[in-house]
């Protein structure tokens, strides 16, 4: 059993910059990739960022790219999103996901990942 717990949200300047992060606790660690997601209030959870766990390779959200970094400390098992040039409609709650081996390396749905923490929530102001 792996617990996420992720922290970091919380009130931010648009055009400011956040760091999320999210740690992994338990016996084992069974995620080859490892993913931020976020909710806004009356959408769908979408699709933020991933990256693979060993070879540290990334793919992101158009919307975030080129604004969002994902990274992981391989030793800590503890994961990251380092938000930059936060606009107002990047306000939500923002959940990382562990995706265990065979589940679809290049496939982003949520659906494909197994654990997920409690969620962190970011707000924005204008």
């Known amino acids: 059993q792996v617990h996420l717990l992720e922290s970091g949200g919380g009130l931010v300047q648009a055009g400011g910059s956040l760091r999320l992060s999210c740690a992994a606790s338990?016996?084992?660690?069974?995620?080859?990739?490892m993913g931020w997601f976020r909710q806004a209030p009356g959408k769908e959870r979408e699709f933020v960022a991933d990256?693979?766990?060993?070879?540290?390779?990334?793919f992101y959200a158009y919307s975030v790219k080129d604004r969002f970094a994902i990274s992981r400390d391989y030793g800590k098992r503890t994961l990251y999103l380092h938000m930059n040039i936060v606009k107002p409609e990047d306000a939500a709650v923002y959940y990382c996901?562990?995706?265990?081996?065979?589940?679809?390396?290049?496939?982003?749905?949520?659906?494909?990942?197994?654990?997920w923490g409690q969620g962190t929530e970011v707000t924005v102001s204008s």
């Open positions: 996901a562990g995706k265990v081996p065979g589940a679809g390396a290049t496939d982003y749905r949520a659906a494909t990942y197994s654990d």
């Open positions: 338990g016996r084992s660690f069974p995620f080859s990739n």
């Open positions: 990256i693979s766990w060993s070879g540290g390779s990334t």
